[in-house]
């Protein structure tokens, strides 16, 4: 029989003891009667019942380890609550009372440029205006575009004017908006941190939904896509009013304005389907919207790869401004973005056929305009974007050959960027001249800025610190470096200390060579020559062209703010959109997110879906 000790063991009681319980009980008896109780003890046999009582008896809690007294206890926990409450009380009151917080450091000069340059887009809408569009001296205009052209007679009111003029060219208009595109693929986050993501994005449909109306967006296969509408051919001699005979004001035009179409114009359909394939990655979140525009870009690039032929004939409107010198390179361009925006290997086939690079001008390594990217040749952009690709996700054959032969070359262009190779001249103040001493050459410094700064990040993003020339090893800061000097010139840091931007800085161009921008805007409406007395004064354009990127200065540094003479103050659509491209892939503008720019991996859902094998077991390394 067992029994448990106070210290939790087993305690035997033996059974040899043979001691009854009533033998125990009297022997304990006798010795008590036979001791003598102490005082203390004796008072507690002289208490009576009542005076047990009386008294009252003290209760504890009784915690396991410890034995405490219940009112200390309930004193204790009552005091931490309330300490509880009153920290919490007091936390409640520093949360609501407004803080003094050290105020975020100011804009570098790169993010106030790049608001500006937006809002020149705001300024070359077309159609009808949104009443948020922010230039108050720009209205609703040209309403009957399309609908007027007995050839046509169906909408295409909308998209974006040129440059000074009201002609909608569809070749450079669908280029830059492939530009804006592309730099919100790269720098959603930036964009998104400085407030312009939802302005930019809406500046990109209002292009796309125009390109949407110039050819059957809702076929799979189309024969005819517009190249324009308006005219500005004025060699002729006809009096004939046009959108260059004229000078007035977009909401004032009342004479016709004849559509363009085209049959045979592979290079004008690749570009339009670039543009529609770049913007469904950056409206990738409205699947509806962007599985319209993959559909259309589908239906371009395969008419474009069907009917073989260039967009502007020699004598057209579209050779004489906008003259597409092969198609060849937007076959490469047009297929890298189709391959980006569904995945689908046929258009990396295309976009990687050495026979294709090789009527592109990739290895013309002696042609004076290589690595020179404009809304004409699109190889440069091209190489960079397909050099991503190998970067960051290594396809393998049977495309690296090419791939790699891309990535070689956009390493040489970089290279032809670095003044010590002489490949380009220099102005003394330090602006390059990609079009070797030629008029307009903001244009083309812009573009190679934005590469620059874009593959100094691609870089990066591979842990790769920087590139080769020859033997000669230079990090991605001197891309930077090249990138910031071009942009700094454009900015004002030139022998005129004159910003190329209007509204930017203390000096800048004042008569920029624009109808709208010239013209008050007073209620009156000027006719065709009526406007011409705006044109030919010296005084300041009475309304402030915001943002526009002027065409620039000569070899020389020099420049003339002269209306009349476009090849200094003319903005065009294409400019500004590497202008801006350019802004937000160089500027300084903290993201939160951990990373310099936003990768394609962010943007590949439906091209993941659909590609082989290969780039599921591949690793996007880009995150």
């Given at each position: 029989m067992?029994?448990?000790?106070?210290?939790?063991?087993?305690?035997?009681?033996?059974?040899?003891?043979?001691a009854t319980d009533d033998d125990r009980s009297r022997d304990l008896d006798r010795a008590a009667l036979m001791r003598q109780l102490d005082e203390t003890q004796q008072s507690w046999l002289l208490a009576g019942p009542g005076d047990q009582a009386g008294k009252k008896k003290k209760k504890y809690v009784d915690l396991g380890c410890v034995v405490l007294d219940r009112k200390i206890f309930m004193w204790t926990v009552g005091t931490i609550l309330g300490l509880g409450v009153f920290i919490g009380f007091v936390m409640m009151i520093v949360k609501l009372v407004p803080h003094k917080r050290p105020p975020p450091p100011p804009p570098d000069q790169y993010t106030q440029a790049l608001h500006k340059a937006l809002m020149f887009f705001n300024a070359q809408r077309s159609g009808p205006l949104p009443k948020h569009n922010g230039v108050s001296w720009r209205g609703n205009s040209c309403m009957k575009d399309g609908l007027s052209d007995s050839t046509v007679r169906r909408?295409?009111?909308?998209?974006?004017?040129?440059?000074?003029?009201?002609?909608?060219?569809?070749?450079?208009?669908?280029?830059?908006?492939?530009?804006?595109?592309?730099?919100?693929?790269?720098?959603?986050?930036?964009?998104?941190?400085?407030?312009?993501?939802?302005?930019?994005?809406?500046?990109?449909?209002w292009g796309t939904d125009y390109i949407l109306k110039t050819f059957n967006s809702s076929a799979d296969t189309i024969d005819r896509i517009v190249a324009q509408v308006g005219v500005g051919d004025t060699s002729k001699g006809s009096s004939q009013p046009n959108d260059h005979y004229c000078w007035m004001r977009p909401e004032d035009i009342d004479y016709k304005r004849p559509v363009t179409e085209c049959h045979s114009c592979s290079d004008l359909a690749s570009e339009?389907?670039?543009?529609?394939?770049?913007?469904?990655?950056?409206?990738?979140?409205?699947?509806?919207?962007?599985?319209?525009?993959?559909?259309?870009?589908?239906?371009?690039?395969?008419?474009?790869?069907?009917?073989?032929?260039?967009?502007?004939?020699?004598?057209?409107?579209?050779?004489?401004?906008?003259?597409?010198?092969?198609?060849?390179?937007?076959?490469v361009w047009g297929g890298a973005w189709m391959y980006f925006a569904t995945g689908n290997n046929s258009y990396l086939t295309i976009a990687t056929a050495p026979g294709m690079a090789k009527h592109a001008g990739a290895f013309w390594f002696g042609s004076p305009n290589y690595g020179v990217f404009t809304w004409d040749d699109k190889l440069p952009g091209a190489q960079v974007l397909l050099s991503r690709l190998r970067l960051f996700l290594s396809p393998g054959y049977p495309y690296e050959e090419i791939l790699r032969t891309?990535?070689?070359?956009?390493?040489?262009?970089?290279?032809?960027?670095?003044?010590?190779?002489?490949?380009?001249?220099?102005?003394?103040?330090?602006?390059?001249?990609?079009?070797?001493?030629?008029?307009?050459?903001?244009?083309?410094?812009?573009?190679?800025?934005?590469?620059?700064?874009?593959y100094s990040d691609y870089l990066e993003a591979a842990d790769t610190p920087g590139w080769?020339?020859?033997?000669?090893?230079?990090?991605?800061?001197?891309?930077?470096?090249?990138?910031?000097?071009?942009?700094?010139?454009?900015?004002?840091?030139?022998?005129?200390k004159m910003s190329y931007v209007v509204g930017f800085g203390n000096k800048y161009p004042k008569r920029p060579h624009h109808r709208g921008a010239s013209i008050p805007h007073n209620g009156v409406k000027y006719g065709c020559k009526g406007g011409f007395k705006w044109r030919e004064t010296k005084k300041a354009n009475p309304n402030i062209l915001v943002g526009a990127m002027v065409a620039g200065p000569d070899r020389h540094d020099g420049f003339k703010d002269v209306r009349t003479n476009y090849n200094y103050t003319e903005p065009t659509l294409a400019a500004n959109a590497g202008l801006v491209a350019a802004l937000i892939s160089i500027a300084d503008i903290p993201t939160g997110r951990g990373g310099m720019f936003t990768k394609f991996s962010d943007y590949m859902g439906m091209a993941k879906a659909r590609i082989g094998k290969w780039v599921m077991t591949a690793s996007l390394c880009m995150h």
């Open positions: 067992f029994g448990r000790d106070p210290w939790g063991g087993p305690l035997e009681i033996s059974n040899a003891d043979s909408s295409l009111v909308g998209g974006f004017y040129d440059a000074g003029d009201a002609i909608k060219f569809n070749y450079p208009m669908a280029w830059s908006m492939t530009m804006l595109s592309w730099s919100v693929i790269e720098y959603k986050a930036k964009y998104e941190a400085i407030g312009e993501l939802d302005h930019i994005k809406e500046l990109i449909k339009m389907a670039a543009a529609l394939a770049a913007a469904s990655i950056v409206f990738k979140d409205s699947k509806t919207y962007s599985d319209k525009l993959v559909k259309g870009a589908k239906a371009l690039y395969k008419f474009g790869r069907l009917q073989r032929g260039r967009y502007s004939p020699n004598g057209s409107d579209q050779a004489i401004f906008y003259n597409s010198t092969s198609y060849w390179d937007e076959f891309f990535h070689n070359q956009t390493d040489n262009v970089m290279c032809s960027y670095l003044p010590l190779f002489n490949s380009f001249n220099f102005t003394k103040g330090g602006l390059i001249q990609l079009n070797h001493g030629g008029p307009q050459p903001l244009q083309y410094a812009v573009n190679a800025a934005f590469l620059a700064s874009l080769y020339c020859g033997p000669n090893f230079y990090t991605t800061e001197v891309l930077r470096k090249f990138a910031r000097s071009q942009l700094d010139y454009i900015l004002g840091k030139n022998p005129l």
